[in-house]
């Protein structure tokens, strides 16, 4: 009999794919009793594909053994009730760090040279009857980012490659890095006219950019979030876009995405993108071929490839 998994959510064509062609699927999200389904397949399921899994979900699982979760941030998922239930995790680190450092210069330089408001001045016949105007360059400035891990580590390459100036803020000094390091976040923000926001998320990390970190930013300082909405006091940041006492944000991600704070769409001095930090068919693909992969280690008893429990 096949192994039988549980699917917490929608997943990638290829990744949903290669999961039947190995494993007897039972996907939760598109079930039309969630908890009947749970109660019926309990003691079969032994492994999870997916995130949004709590503690509650784990108890009702008595056979669970892995979870392998579509993402490089797992913190949709109670790993510390995972390890007390001896039940490994797993994400997907690595093969998305190209795409998430891209996205991150991308939205710097479209937010510095203003290129989706350039495009709808054009779109709208306004070039022959005005100028468009001048705004600003990365060359010369100084990027902070908040959270010097693998992605962290590609956007300061690429920022380099920009001539920007790097430091960094974390938990602590990477002394083979050769970027400055702070120890206080809002030293560095008073330090930076570009700060980058690529920490994981979750409770440690919460609100970590407050109303005291974005007023020591200022007014000539720039935002750029591609981690988690909550990782920023959300409602100051608008308020302070609004009023001037940021310069500008380029936001990925939202503290209730989908929803996005409605104040920000009338706002010239924002870059908005849907979450797609990762969403290349070269990344996704790689994810989702990761996800598979390590379930498939931990059924051939063999080392996981990226477990973070």
Request: net charge negative; glycine share 10%.
């Amino acid at each position: 009999m096949p192994i039988e998994i549980l699917q917490t959510g929608p997943l990638l064509a290829s990744c949903e794919a290669s999961l039947a062609e190995r494993y007897q699927v039972h996907k939760l999200h598109e079930a039309a009793d969630p908890k009947a389904l749970l109660a019926q397949l309990a003691p079969s399921l032994r492994a999870i594909a997916g995130g949004n899994v709590s503690a509650a979900l784990m108890d009702k699982l008595p056979k669970l053994e892995i979870i392998a979760n579509f993402g490089v941030g797992y913190d949709t998922i109670d790993s510390a009730a995972a390890k007390s239930r001896n039940i490994r995790v797993t994400n997907t680190p690595n093969v998305l760090n190209d795409a998430m450092a891209e996205i991150t210069i991308g939205l710097m330089i479209a937010l510095a040279r203003r290129l989706p408001q350039g495009d709808q001045y054009v779109r709208a016949g306004k070039w022959p009857k005005e100028s468009f105007g001048l705004f600003s360059e990365l060359t010369g400035k100084t990027v902070g980012i908040l959270g010097l891990g693998r992605i962290g580590k590609e956007i300061g390459l690429r920022a380099q490659a920009m001539k920007m100036r790097v430091v960094y803020y974390g938990r602590n000094r990477q002394e083979k890095e050769p970027y400055v390091y702070y120890d206080n976040l809002t030293d560095m923000a008073r330090d930076c006219d570009w700060l980058v926001v690529i920490a994981p998320g979750g409770k440690g990390t919460d609100g970590i950019v407050s109303r005291e970190v974005l007023e020591a930013l200022g007014p000539q300082g720039y935002l750029v979030n591609v981690a988690r909405g909550t990782l920023i006091d959300e409602k100051a940041m608008v308020e302070m876009l609004a009023n001037g006492q940021l310069a500008g944000a380029a936001l990925d991600v939202f503290e209730d995405e989908p929803s996005v704070p409605e104040q920000l769409f009338g706002l010239e001095n924002v870059v908005l993108s849907p979450h797609q930090g990762s969403a290349t068919h070269q990344t996704r693909n790689a994810m989702g071929a990761l996800v598979v992969a390590n379930l498939d280690a931990h059924f051939a008893g063999e080392p996981l490839l990226s477990a973070v429990v």
